[in-house]
């Protein structure tokens, strides 16, 4: 394919799809966007860390071509375009990628350009895993208790970006259409937003949570959701996920309901469902009745971060946005602008999505010594601001020079 301003690296081979299986070569080529801000240190750590951990699991055998693709900041002042369509053709290509953290342009253009990406390339999956790495200061008391997946279904819900400016046409012309089919009078200098959620989508999500919790053995899924005020959305939501893995795992789970009937339990997994509200409060009371979680766009945003903070905040929370054969991997908090360049912010939310990212790649053994690489570091007391100035005894370390410790662990 020509990818115009874009040139992939000589040497390294695509990552192909074939009969539904991911096909990595052991020399594959992975399209990375450094990312604005504090991407400069972040991303520069991220892959010494993971070329250090795949020559360590494998001996030399496997390598991966890095291929630096432009989007953000960068790319605006380079190119005129916050995220050109090469960016989006090269992921498509090659299936898997890593990205650091983008700048939202702010007035007209993109609205985000993470939505952009998830949305361009249909990446449906939103998972974000929060466990605790001992060490790390945390707000509550047991948070060794917190180790749960979320899956954010990531296409649809307000984040489609249908809204309409207050006082414009098509927004009185939606209140007008209010009025006529359901009798009710909104204020006319309403601003207006669509919050879609179909079927289809909602049964994407529920698959990715269900194999992934049958794969690891988890005890449940949980079904997050405000179906108790919107019904047709909310409440879709949950009563679309209990319809399909009724219909397709029938023999294989039993929900809430039926464990209280007496049904059999044994062997089976658990499928239950929670108001979004209060599910803020039982991650934080009992959270080690939560292994997995399926939910709509807007509370998976929310709940995520809410569950990031119990171990460490942002910094220590990896993500993925994934469909079927493709998967794009990022570091979840923001660019951070006034620490860029300044090789001290904490890089380990990016580590952790690289491993999350070797994992897709059924390169299990790198991204083991990744985790394990970054829990002895943090064990030994070495480690970024952020964390040295709430422990005692710390060795402060620049990004760089954690990247480096992990390395001498592995």
Same mark, same amino acid.
């Given at each position: ?6 040139? &992939? ?6 990552? $192909? +799809? ?9 020399? &594959? ?5 450094? #990312? $604005?801000?504090?991407?400069? $240190? ?29 989007? %953000? ?50 990446? +449906? ?21 917190? !180790? ?15 809204? +309409? ?11 007008? =259409? ?39 053995? =988890? ?42 009937? %007496?049904?059999?339990?044994?062997? /089976?997994?658990?499928?239950? !469902? ?10 934080? =009371? /009992? ?13 998976? $945003? ?10 460490? #905040?942002? %910094? ?20 951070? &602008? ?21 994992? +897709?790649?059924?390169? !299990? ?7 394990? #690489? ?18 005692? #005894? ?17």
């Amino acid at each position: 394919m020509d990818y115009g301003r874009l040139s &992939p690296p000589i040497g390294g081979r695509k990552i $192909d +799809f074939i009969n539904g299986e991911l096909i990595v070569p052991n020399d &594959p080529i992975i399209p990375f966007i450094e #990312g $604005d801000g504090t991407g400069v $240190d972040i991303t520069p750590a991220m892959r010494l860390v993971v070329d250090g951990a795949v020559a360590k699991a494998y001996g030399g055998e496997r390598r991966i071509h890095w291929w630096n693709i432009p989007a %953000g900041e960068k790319a605006y002042k380079e190119l005129g375009e916050w995220l050109p369509k090469e960016t989006i053709e090269a992921i498509r290509e090659y299936r898997v990628a890593i990205k650091g953290p983008m700048t939202t342009p702010v007035g007209g253009g993109i609205r985000s350009l993470n939505v952009a990406l998830r949305q361009e390339l249909d990446l +449906f999956a939103c998972v974000r895993p929060v466990r605790w790495f001992e060490g790390v200061p945390s707000p509550v008391k047991n948070q060794q208790d917190l !180790d749960v997946v979320i899956f954010r279904e990531n296409t649809e819900d307000t984040y489609l970006g249908i809204e +309409f400016r207050a006082g414009s046409d098509e927004a009185r012309r939606f209140i007008e =259409l209010v009025r006529d089919t359901h009798g009710k009078v909104l204020r006319p200098d309403s601003g207006i937003g669509i919050k879609p959620m179909s079927q289809g989508a909602t049964e994407r999500i529920a698959e990715t949570a269900i194999r992934h919790a049958l794969a690891k053995n =988890l005890p449940s899924i949980t079904i997050v959701h405000k179906g108790n005020i919107m019904k047709y959305t909310e409440g879709a939501f949950r009563d679309w996920v209990y319809a399909y893995y009724k219909k397709n795992y029938r023999d294989r789970i039993v929900t809430e309901a039926e464990q209280w009937e %007496g049904h059999p339990t044994e062997g /089976r997994l658990l499928i239950k !469902d929670r108001i979004a509200d209060a599910m803020f409060q039982q991650i934080l =009371l /009992r959270p080690k009745e939560y292994s997995a979680i399926v939910t709509s766009n807007l509370n998976g $945003d929310y709940l995520s971060d809410a569950c990031a903070a119990q171990v460490g #905040g942002l %910094g220590m929370a990896p993500g993925a946005n994934t469909s079927i054969g493709m998967g794009l991997f990022e570091a979840t908090h923001g660019t951070a &602008p006034k620490y860029a360049g300044l090789d001290m912010v904490n890089p380990s939310s990016l580590l952790l999505s690289a491993a999350m990212m070797l994992e +897709f790649m059924s390169w !299990d053994e790198a991204a083991r010594l990744i985790y394990d #690489g970054i829990a002895t570091t943090i064990s030994q007391k070495r480690v970024t601001y952020d964390l040295e100035r709430q422990m005692q #005894g710390a060795t402060l370390l620049k990004c760089s020079e954690f990247a480096a410790a992990i390395v001498e662990n592995l």
